[in-house]
């Protein structure tokens, strides 16, 4: 083949492949919901792939939402930055969306990322940022060493324990943590208020409430999955006498 006619045969093959990349361009992919940093509020959708068989993809263009709400994107990408050596290091970075957390927990965050006209929709319960709680008291009110019951808002059926219940009375410390005494399949923690705390204003908190996420829809990609436990918290405040 002389150098005209081979011309004529790569040229358009180099062309063809300096175009905006889209999604078919990832081969076969997963939409991965994973941890992000500051992980009570946010997590990451990522678009993991083979980058060794594919090669490293950028998604210029790519746009996504979250509940209707223009979000932050990594289009993906080769990244390099000096090592400590003074050494060039680089490393392919697969495209994300930023996930902020729904207020309480019994919302879902619907995911919509669009890339040269295909969307891609993942659905999920879990990811949010609270669990709505109120203080069921018995008669006579709440007492030290007594116990009192949560009312545990939508969401609770995601939540595996709740070990971490701390409380701390206005002006007191250290404080204490709650003993569960019971679980009822409604919702409802009975939980014993420290004795060895005083009376006055408790507050009932736990910030690591460790959640079992629930995919509700994956859509215009092969396949979607959550590998990690976002984290909830609630917190709630009671009288409490001696």
Known sequence: MNRQALAAFVLPALLAGCGPSDLSSLGTYKAVLRQSDPYFDSSLL???YDDVTTGCV???GMTARVNGVDVPVNPGGTRTWMSTSLQPVSQCEHPTVSVPHAETLGMSVVIELTVRGETVVVEASGYGKELPTEIELPEGGARVGGTVTLALGEGWQNIGTFSGLFGLVEGHFPGAFLEVVD??????????????????????????????????????APSCETDHAPLAQLSVTVDVAP
């Open 58 to 60: 950028t998604l210029e």
């Open 46 to 48: 990522v678009l993991k």
């Open 183 to 220: 679980r009822s399949a409604d919702g409802r923690l009975t939980v014993r208020l420290p004795a060895e705390l005083p009376p006055g204003r408790m507050t009932i908190d736990s910030s690591h409430l460790e959640v079992a996420p629930t995919l509700i829809r994956c859509e215009g």
